[in-house]
C-alpha cells in the first residue's frame, strides 16, 4: 500500500473532520504523503465551500454518522470522489447514495467500515469459516467515547457471516434462551448476534466466535493505534478514482 512513482500531480485532498480522533490523523496522513496535497479541511460548522473553493478532487470523510450524508451529497454534486470511513450506512443509505451516483458515471465513493488491513482479513476469514459452523457471534470493543453501537465493523461482520450462512443454507443459528434480562443476548444483526463493549483505553477490537458440536473457533483483530487505519485510508485516496460508482468494504479494493 505505498505510494507508486509518479511524476503526476498530486491528488488534491480535502478532510472532512479534521478536529476528531480519525480525522487529525487522517490529516498527518495526507501531509506526510507524497503524492498528496491537503487543500482543504472541513470541520463543524464550516462551510463544504472550502473543498470546492481549494479544487479538491477527493474528500475523505470522517465525521458523524448524522452528518455524513449531508456531505456525500455535497461531494456528489460538486463531482468530488469521496473516500468515507464514517459509520452508519444501513441498506437504506446505500441505496440512496447509489441513486445519487446513478447520474454521475465517473465519479467514485469508497465506503469502508473498517480501513485497518487486519479487521478486513478478520472479516473475510469470517466469511470463509461462517458455512462450517452451527452458530456464530460477534463481540465488538471500543473505546467509550464512540458514539454508535454497534460499531460498523461488527454489522458489516455479522452481514457477511448471514449472507454465508444464507449461501450455505443454514438458517439462523439454534438458542435455547427464553427468559432473562433485555439486551443480555446482545444486538440482532441479520440473525447474528453482536455484543458491544465501551471502555477507556481500547480502541477498537473485535472477536468472531463460531460454534460447532465439541469445538469453537475464534478470530480476533485488535487496532491498537489509530495509525492502523492509515495505509487503507491512503489507498482508498489513491484508487477511488479509478473505481466509478459505489464501493463498499475495502476488501474489494484489496481484491480479497
Ligand atoms: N472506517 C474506519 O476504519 C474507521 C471509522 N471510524 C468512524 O469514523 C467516525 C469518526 O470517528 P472519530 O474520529 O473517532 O470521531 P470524533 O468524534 O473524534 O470526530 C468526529 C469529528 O467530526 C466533526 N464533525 C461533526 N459533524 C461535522 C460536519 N458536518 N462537518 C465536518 N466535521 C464534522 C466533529 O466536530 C469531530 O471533530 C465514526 O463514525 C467512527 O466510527 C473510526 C475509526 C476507523
Ligand atoms: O469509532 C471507532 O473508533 C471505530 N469505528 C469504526 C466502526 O464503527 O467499525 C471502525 C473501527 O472499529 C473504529
Redesign the pocket.
Known sequence: MTAPASSEAPIRVAV??????????TVRAVEAAADMELVAT?????S?SAVTDAKATVVID???????M??LRFAVDAGLHAV?????FDDERIATLSGWLAGKPDLGVLI?????LG?VLAMRFAQQAARFYDAAEVIELH?N????AP???AAHTARLIALARADAGRGPAADATTSGIEGARGADVDDVRVHSVRLPGLV?HEEILFGAEGETLTIRHD?LD?VS?MP??LLGVRTVGSRPGLTVGLENVLDL
Open positions: 472532512l473532520g479534521p478536529d476528531g480522533r480519525m480525522g487529525a490523523q472541513v470541520g463543524s460548522g464550516d463544504l470522517f465525521t458523524r454518522p448524522d452528518a455524513v449531508d456531505n468515507v470511513g464514517t459509520t452508519g469502508a467500515p473498517n480501513f485497518a479487521a473505546h467515547r464512540k458514539a454508535d460499531s460498523g465493523t477498537a487496532s489509530r487505519f487503507g485510508v
